[in-house]
């Protein structure tokens, strides 16, 4: 009875260590199906905000542009998983998980950006990315082949803001610039392209939130070139193939402006003008560039020299202080050819600024010739040579070699068929010599 009794009594305990049983699997289930939840709500464990295409913090250039919409990821998560997949020879690969920062996107029109993934598209979505010191330029066609997936995004170019001056802009990809936001003041800039088959082309270029789109080998005329705090210094954002964009301070707007429109002599003056900068940009004196289209001379031949100085300026400050310069001419049509280059002395104890004068041997139509170029500030150079001094008034002008006093030329033994002068530019600020020997 007893033992009948006990065995009655233990009889419920397995049920109880059952229930528990089942009361700790049904918590391990409730936690994992939580996990779960919060995992898909938040994606896998590895999800930072490298993920996503943020705002930009770079200086003076906001995300702009009509679609720029942060709210969409989707499209702009792909685009900048094409600009990671992106491999073509100098491009700038990025590290896995660096950040990415949206500067632009809006509709453009597709024949403005010369790429065959939306060659068959009327309009095309533009966007503009920025990782660390990297920029690149990516479109997807709109209309046409394609434009149903808004993730299909190819890279248009790609450049390096490390090295280039972006305090006014720079340069994405050929022919896509973006300014700084203080550069826009109007929507539209008068523009001039340049063709060697044409007379240069007036017309204007409209800006979208700081983009502008253009042909390379052009020049915009722009209310903001340079100048430091509120100054405000008129001049160019000049546009090549081989060089990019360059921001050009001048001294006269209207003046340089209407030389490099000019129907004849505009296309020598702007092939002049770009290898001024070329030249200028490879040296890296200074922070800022300014370029004079000087007066044109004339060979004895009767063919037109076209004359383009293109100096660097110190980095403070909006004062015209030239740290180097470069003088180049073009004649008729042909190549550019320097004159000169080099640095050009600063002025001490409060003294004027010296401008800048250069002088070379050219050949013309089978005879030597000496060619003098100065900038506006000369007003008049001498020429010492075996014989004496020749003066001339101006800053620039063109000698043959009977105009010079040469006391051997009659001498049959010498063959020398360039000799070595000494040119002496006069200003108000004092003599001047010139960039480079005269050769």
């Known amino acids: 009875m007893g033992e009948s009794a006990a065995a009655d009594a233990d009889a419920p305990l397995p049920s109880r260590r059952a229930r528990m049983l089942t009361i700790g699997a049904i918590v391990v289930v409730l936690a994992l199906a939580a996990g779960w939840v919060v995992l898909a709500f938040t994606g896998d464990g590895d999800t930072s905000s490298t993920d996503v295409v943020s ?44 950040a990415i920062e949206l500067l632009w ?27 660390d010191n990297a920029v690149a330029a990516l479109v997807r066609p709109l209309d046409g082949a394609g434009s149903g997936d808004d993730t299909a995004y190819s890279v248009l170019g790609t450049s390096s803001i490390a090295t280039a001056r972006y305090e006014r802009g720079f340069t994405v990809a050929t022919g896509v610039l973006l300014f700084n936001e203080r550069m826009q003041r109007g929507t539209s800039l008068e523009t001039v392209t340049f063709a060697s088959e044409a007379a240069p082309a007036l017309g204007e270029t409209s800006t979208s939130d700081g983009l502008l789109l253009l042909a390379t080998r052009s020049l915009l005329r722009i209310p903001d070139a340079g100048g430091s705090g509120i100054d405000v210094v008129e001049g160019f954002a000049y546009v090549h193939p081989s060089s990019g964009l360059t921001l050009l301070q001048t001294v006269d707007a209207d003046g340089d402006w209407a030389a490099v429109t000019d129907a004849e ?57 030239v740290l180097w310069a470069v003088v180049v001419a073009t004649r008729d049509d042909d190549d550019p050819t320097l004159l000169g280059a080099g640095p050009v002395a600063s002025p001490v104890n409060g003294a004027p600024q010296l ?58 033994r010498n063959d020398v068929t360039r000799p070595a002068l000494v040119v002496v530019g006069r200003s ?8 480079q020997p005269v050769s």
């Open 55 to 98: 705002e930009s913090t770079l200086p003076g250039y906001p995300t702009r542009g009509a679609e720029a919409k942060l709210d969409e990821q989707r499209p702009l998560v792909a685009a900048a998983d094409a600009w990671r997949d992106y491999a073509d020879g100098d491009t700038l690969q990025l590290p896995e998980g660096q």
């Open 105 to 131: 996107a809006g509709d453009v029109d597709s024949t403005k950006v010369g790429t065959s993934s939306v060659r068959a598209s009327f309009s095309a979505r533009l966007v503009i990315l920025r990782s």
């Open 265 to 321: 002599r505009g296309n020598a003056r702007f092939a002049a003008l770009s290898r001024g900068i070329i030249t200028a940009r490879e040296e890296e004196k200074g922070r800022r560039l300014r370029a004079s289209i000087l007066d044109d001379q004339t060979m004895p031949s009767g063919a037109p020299l076209s004359l383009v100085e293109v100096a660097h300026l110190e980095n403070q400050g909006s004062g015209s202080g």
């Open 355 to 412: 401008p800048v004068i250069a002088a070379k041997w050219l050949r013309d139509d089978g005879v030597d010739v000496l060619v003098v170029a100065g900038s506006k500030g000369i007003t008049s150079f001498e020429v010492e040579a075996s014989g004496g001094t020749t003066s001339r008034n101006g800053s620039s002008g063109v000698l043959e070699r009977a105009d010079l006093a040469l006391t051997w030329e009659g001498d049959a």
């Open 428 to 435: 108000g600020a004092g003599p001047v010599q010139p960039l």
